[in-house]
Every structure is written in structure tokens, then in C-alpha cells.
């Protein structure tokens, strides 16, 4: 079984930061791609921005530039750092992991909240 606790979450203003973690344990043998979705309310869940195993990254339109995806393997632990925030950006932050075997795990979900 795996387990994904997230920390970070939090209220801010408009144009602060945070920063979201996100630590996986449990059975993990080899990861994909690790990654945080959000979601808002009356809104589907999206994707924010995910990592893979070998670094490569993707981001929604909406955030680039102002949020940053990380990861450190040796941890099964990715980060994400949000600079410039805006109240749109206020959701439930959800960590997620894809296993090599493509077998797919979610955290409980963070709640950030910006205030305009």
C-alpha cells in the first residue's frame, strides 16, 4: 500500500507564496510521475503541473511561470513552490503518484486559500 501526506497548504494574500510537499511511503518501487491537481469548488479537478522520474515537467497555462514542480527521489517526495499567487488559485491541492506500473495513488488534499 502507499500512502502520500501532503503539508503547506494554508491562507494567503494575493501575491504571496507557499510551498506544498508531498511525502510518499509505503510500497513504492518505482515511480513515473509524481504531480499535484487542484480542485475548486463547482470545478473539476485539473492538473496543476507533474514531474516525471527523469525531470521532466508540464504545467497548466495558468500557472506557468509563477509556480514550480519538484522532486527528490531518494525521498519519493515533490514539491511545489507558488509565487505570485492569485484568489483563483484557491482549491484543495491534491498530491498524486503514478507507479512504473502505471497504478495511480492520492494524497488527502491541502486546502489553499488566497485572499484578493
Known amino acids: 500500500q502507499v500512502q502520500l501526506v501532503e503539508s503547506g497548504g494554508g491562507l494567503v494574500q494575493a501575491g504571496g507564496s507557499l510551498r506544498l510537499s508531498c511525502a510518499g511511503s509505503?510500497?513504492?518501487?518505482?515511480?513515473?510521475?509524481m504531480g499535484w491537481y487542484r480542485q475548486a469548488p463547482g470545478k473539476q479537478r485539473e492538473l496543476v503541473a507533474d514531474i516525471t522520474s527523469g525531470g521532466s515537467t508540464n504545467y497548466a497555462d495558468s500557472v506557468k511561470g509563477r509556480f514550480t514542480i519538484s522532486r527528490d527521489n531518494a525521498k519519493n517526495t515533490v514539491y511545489l513552490q507558488m509565487n505570485s499567487l492569485k484568489p483563483e488559485d484557491t482549491a484543495v491541492y491534491y498530491c498524486s503518484l503514478v507507479t512504473g506500473r502505471s497504478r495511480s495513488y492520492w494524497g488527502q488534499g491541502t486546502q489553499v486559500t488566497v485572499s484578493s
Open positions: 509505503g510500497s513504492i518501487f518505482s515511480i513515473r510521475v
